[in-house]
């Protein structure tokens, strides 16, 4: 059992400030010299795609789509392809259910790479700035009778889960 990124979902929403920087290298920019640098917005995608998603099988989010950026992987996830996706919207306007958040899916995407490597055992540069305690650092595995789901090997959610 390793540490992993936990994200409390349920606070981010509730959340009218949310900040956290992140060290990661290669993020877009916004304006000249100022990243759009709040470090999670690829993790929260990932997360509210996994937990809120209702994976429709006649995904009209998907259907929308003029550029075919948008489809479900082998977990039945709903993943943006970004070299493909031109900022229509078309696919957030389409979900009957309005899951799909353009906050959080932007045309312009920035990477996450955990901080795995950072020195001394550090936690995650974003999980240090968050002041709200959103994010946390964190040596537990997925259990969803307390609702924690894992979205990868170093990313967990804490948050009710939509089931069909």
Request: hydrophobic share 30%.
């Amino acid at each position: 059992m390793g540490k992993k990124i936990l994200i409390d979902l349920e606070k981010y929403y509730k959340s009218r400030n949310f900040k956290a920087d992140c060290s990661y290298y290669y993020h877009h920019v916004t304006a000249l010299n100022a990243p759009d640098n709040w470090g999670v917005e690829k993790l929260l995608a990932k997360a509210a795609q996994y937990i809120v998603c209702r994976q429709c099988k006649r995904a009209d989010c998907i259907i929308s789509c003029p550029w075919e950026a948008l489809g479900f992987n082998d977990k039945g996830i709903l993943e943006r392809y970004s070299m493909r996706c031109t900022s229509c919207k078309t696919c957030s306007t389409a979900c009957p259910f309005g899951t799909i958040y353009i906050d959080i899916l932007p045309y312009k995407t920035s990477q996450c790479d955990y901080c795995i490597g950072r020195s001394n055992g550090k936690p995650p540069y974003c999980v240090e700035t968050d002041t709200q305690k959103i994010l946390q650092w964190v040596d537990m595995e997925a259990d969803e009778s307390k609702n924690i789901y894992k979205i990868s090997d170093y990313l967990l959610v804490l948050s009710p889960k939509w089931k069909k």
